[in-house]
Nanobody, 125 residues
Framework: QVQLVESGGGLVQAGGSLRLSCAAS????????MGWFRQAPGAEREFVAA????????YYADSVKGRFTISRDIAKNTVYLQMNSLNPGDTAVYYC??????????????????WGQGTQVTVSS
């Protein structure tokens, strides 16, 4: 059974950094596109970043471009989201997701079929 487990969330001051991890089991991140999404209280889920199955294409929401970086470690079967220069607007539950095999990745959450349980990120001002 496929599982995605996020970790690395927490409380950080504005301007600080966090690195989120998404450990995959049951499938290898080397053949699936992976994405990060977030949902703030009272808001809809929104796209944050994605990476294609081969790692050659990355996508970012305009709100995080230049501050966040998505990457993966094939050996550890893990996808990361490095978040720098955090601000209170980044406060949300962050979810990782996996798409269909050999996909190019997408900003559309409907293109992902497996989701993690989420990890809370809180940025204080």
């Amino acid at each position: 059974q496929v599982q995605l487990v996020e970790s690395g969330g927490g409380l950080v001051q504005a301007g600080g950094s966090l690195r989120l991890s998404c450990a995959a089991s049951g499938r290898t991140v080397s053949t699936y596109p992976m994405g990060w999404f977030r949902q703030a209280p009272g808001a809809e889920r929104e796209f944050v970043a994605a990476i294609s199955w081969n790692g050659g294409i990355t996508y970012y929401a305009d709100s995080v471009k230049g501050r966040f970086t998505i990457s993966r470690d094939i050996a550890k079967n893990t996808v990361y989201l490095q978040m720098n220069s955090l601000n209170p607007g980044d406060t949300a539950v962050y979810y990782c997701a996996a798409g269909a095999r050999y996909g190019l990745g997408s900003r559309d959450g409907g293109q992902y079929n497996t989701w993690g349980q989420g990890t809370q990120v809180t940025v204080s001002s």
